[in-house]
Nanobody, 127 residues
Framework: QVQLVESGGGSVQAGGSLRLSCAGFGHIYGSYCMGWFRQAPGKEREGVAAFYTGGSSTYYADSVKGRFTISHDNAKNTLYLQMNSLKLEDTAMYYC????????????????????WGQGTQVIVSS
C-alpha cells in the first residue's frame, strides 16, 4: 500500500528557503519515478522536479533550475525537495508522487504516468 504524506510547507519571505519531505513510497521490483509537482490557484498542476530511480533521468522545470534540488533517502524512504531563493511565483500547493509506469523514465515529469499522489503541502512566498 502506497500512502504518500508531504510535510515541510509553510510561509516564507521571498529569497528564503524551505525543505519539503515526502514519506510513504512503495517499493517494486525494478525502477520507478518519483517527483514533485505543484499547482497554483487557477493553474494546472505542473512538474517541478522528478527523477527515475534506475538511471540518470532527472527533470527540473526551467523556472526552478538552480534553485530547487530533489533528493531521496533510501534508508528513510523519503523524498525531499530543497527550495532556495524562493520567489513569489513559487507559491502553490506542492504534491509528491510516485510512478510505476514502465516508461516513466522517458519523461519523469509526465504527470499522467504517476499512479500515487500525496495530499499536498502548501507553500506561500510573500514579499
Amino acid at each position: 500500500q502506497v500512502q504518500l504524506v508531504e510535510s515541510g510547507g509553510g510561509s516564507v519571505q521571498a529569497g528564503g528557503s524551505l525543505r519539503l519531505s515526502c514519506a510513504g513510497f512503495g517499493h517494486i521490483y525494478g525502477s520507478y519515478c518519483m517527483g514533485w509537482f505543484r499547482q497554483a490557484p487557477g493553474k494546472e498542476r505542473e512538474g517541478v522536479a522528478a527523477f527515475y530511480t534506475g538511471g540518470s533521468s532527472t527533470y527540473y522545470a526551467d523556472s526552478v533550475k538552480g534553485r530547487f534540488t530533489i533528493s531521496h533517502d533510501n534508508a528513510k524512504n523519503t523524498l525531499y525537495l530543497q527550495m532556495n531563493s524562493l520567489k513569489l511565483e513559487d507559491t502553490a500547493m506542492y504534491y509528491c508522487a510516485q510512478s510505476w509506469h514502465p516508461l516513466c523514465y522517458t519523461d519523469p515529469s509526465a504527470r499522467a504516468r504517476y499512479n500515487f499522489w500525496g495530499q499536498g503541502t502548501q507553500v506561500i512566498v510573500s514579499s
